[in-house]
Nanobody, 123 residues
């Protein structure tokens, strides 16, 4: 069983940057893709970014395009989310997940989730 562990969250001022990491342990990732989602208080979980594991193709939500970059290190079984130009509306718990089947944009397509890491952006 793959276990996902996120790290790198924290408190940052608007305009700042953070880099999230998500390491898979237990066994080597063999999924089609890995994704990042976020959930703000009182809101539904939303797609942020995804990356195909073998080729490294990327997908982004419109709200983060040009500011966030997803990448992966296959040897380390780790996926990253570099977040630049952070804004207060980016405040949320960020989750990484292993794609199972279906659209990479849908949370229902992911089968294994990490515990989440809090990102708070102050204005």
């Amino acid at each position: 069983q793959v276990r996902m562990v996120e790290s790198g969250g924290g408190l940052v001022q608007a305009g700042g940057s953070l880099r999230l990491s998500c390491a898979a342990s237990g066994r080597t990732v063999s999924a089609y893709a890995m994704g990042w989602f976020r959930q703000a208080p009182g809101k539904e979980r939303e797609f942020v970014a995804a990356i195909t594991w073998s080729v490294g193709g990327t997908f982004y939500a419109d709200s983060v395009k040009g500011r966030f970059t997803i990448s992966r290190d296959v040897a380390r079984n780790t996926v990253y989310l570099q977040m630049n130009s952070l804004q207060p509306e980016d405040t949320a718990v960020y989750y990484c997940a292993v794609h199972n089947s279906g659209s990479v944009f849908s949370s229902y397509s992911y089968g294994i989730w990490g515990q989440g890491t809090q990102v708070t952006v102050s204005s």
